[in-house]
């Protein structure tokens, strides 16, 4: 993986399947966002998410080129779901490659309070 990547997809994301690294890396950090059965203390079946498309990928892209030109990542690939989860299904995937793990755990937790503050994808329990 060079650059960055971006796709939403509809439904719980399947099974990650890892290809061979890029030529520089020596860390790549996957993270799974996983639907929880319950939510705000109530059972639910899932999660149906919403995206304004045009937008949500836009930002995505964005936040995913400013992390990688700032943190000097190798790559950077996001998935996130839209339509219904069900419980235990993943709904987003960041996985990160970089040359040493420092600057990619950085990277990480900074996509996803990014995410969260520009990106307009919204979450309702079903």
Request: charged content about 25%; aromatic content about 8%; glycine content about 14%.
């Amino acid at each position: 993986m060079m650059g960055v990547r971006v796709r939403l997809t509809e439904g719980a994301l399947g099974d990650w399947q890892p290809g061979p690294p890029t030529d520089g890396v020596g860390s790549r950090i996957v993270f799974e966002g996983i639907v929880r059965p319950v939510e705000d203390g109530a059972e639910i079946d899932g999660l149906e998410y919403e995206a304004y498309r045009p937008m949500a990928e836009k930002q995505l892209a964005l936040i995913g080129t400013e992390l990688v030109e700032g943190y000097g990542l190798i790559g950077m690939d996001i998935e996130h779901s839209t339509g219904f989860v069900p419980n235990f299904g993943c709904s987003f995937r960041l996985i990160v490659e970089s040359a040493h793990r420092k600057e990619g755990l950085a990277a990480m937790g900074d996509f996803i309070d990014r995410l969260k503050a520009r990106v307009p994808i919204w979450k309702r329990a079903t």
